[in-house]
């Protein structure tokens, strides 16, 4: 089946460092990822959509300079979360949109997600 | 605006039993739903997707049923086992691009 592989799966950095999570679409091409957050015992937050070859999509309040969103290839999108702060820390998960799952619906594949923790 | 929920925080449930979760939303028309689930500090898995002119979905243990005039899909697990335990999300889509998730329920089943 589809398989997202998401890199590192925990990082720890120091306030004002800038950290890039890695997501990977391993066995198909995924022209749309999407980036969520998610809170601790909370439900996952839509930070960004992410199309291949053009500029992310941003969900209201999430600001785009802080999170940089690359999307170079069918099969990678990056986040950057640039400048980190003890409030960025959070568990952060990539999603690939996968057309070719259940009857052409556009069901999608999770990352494991990654851990971050500012210092 | 729109909004799904999910009922309660969490849902304890014997071994053996069946477990139903319920998902409502306002202010959408999704052509499907989906249901997720989240094991902790991991990133969900697809379960199951239900269309509009479907009234229910089985696989193995699990019954989806999606009532597009109480704007409700209601998530079974027959016969739960502890393995069984885990948040389940619900995800009202089709149309647009975006997936947005429900509040989720955590399920405990107790041996």
């Known amino acids: 089946g589809a398989v997202v592989s998401q890199h590192p799966s925990w990082v720890i950095c120091k306030s004002g460092t800038s950290v890039k999570i890695e997501c990977r679409s391993l066995d198909f091409q995924a022209t749309t990822m999407f980036w969520y957050r998610q809170f601790p015992k909370q439900s996952l937050m839509l930070m960004a959509t992410?199309?291949?070859?053009?500029?992310?999509?941003?969900e209201q309040g999430v600001e785009k300079d802080k999170f940089l969103i690359n999307h170079a290839s069918l099969t990678l999108s990056t986040l950057t979360v640039t400048s980190a702060h003890p409030e960025d820390s959070s568990f952060y998960i990539c999603?690939?949109?996968?057309?070719?799952?259940?009857?052409?619906?556009?069901?999608?594949?999770f990352g494991a997600g990654s851990r971050l923790t500012v210092l | 605006s729109q909004k799904i929920e999910q009922n309660s925080e969490a849902l304890n449930i014997q071994e053996g039993k069946t477990a139903t979760l319920t998902c409502n939303y306002t202010n959408y028309s999704p052509a499907y739903l989906q249901w997720y689930r989240q094991d902790p500090g991991r990133g969900p898995v697809f379960l199951l997707l239900i269309r509009e002119n479907e009234k229910e979905k089985r696989k193995e243990r699990l019954k989806v049923t999606f009532d597009t005039t109480l704007k409700q899909s209601l998530f079974h697990i027959t016969a739960s086992q502890p393995a069984d335990s885990a948040t389940y999300l619900c995800?009202?889509?089709?149309?647009?691009?975006?997936?947005?998730f429900g509040t989720g329920t955590k399920l405990q089943v107790i041996p």
């Open positions: 992410s199309n291949e070859g053009s500029k992310a999509t941003y």
């Open positions: 999603s690939a949109l996968n057309t070719g799952g259940e009857s052409g619906a556009n069901v999608l594949t």
């Open positions: 995800a009202p889509s089709g149309g647009y691009q975006k997936v947005t």
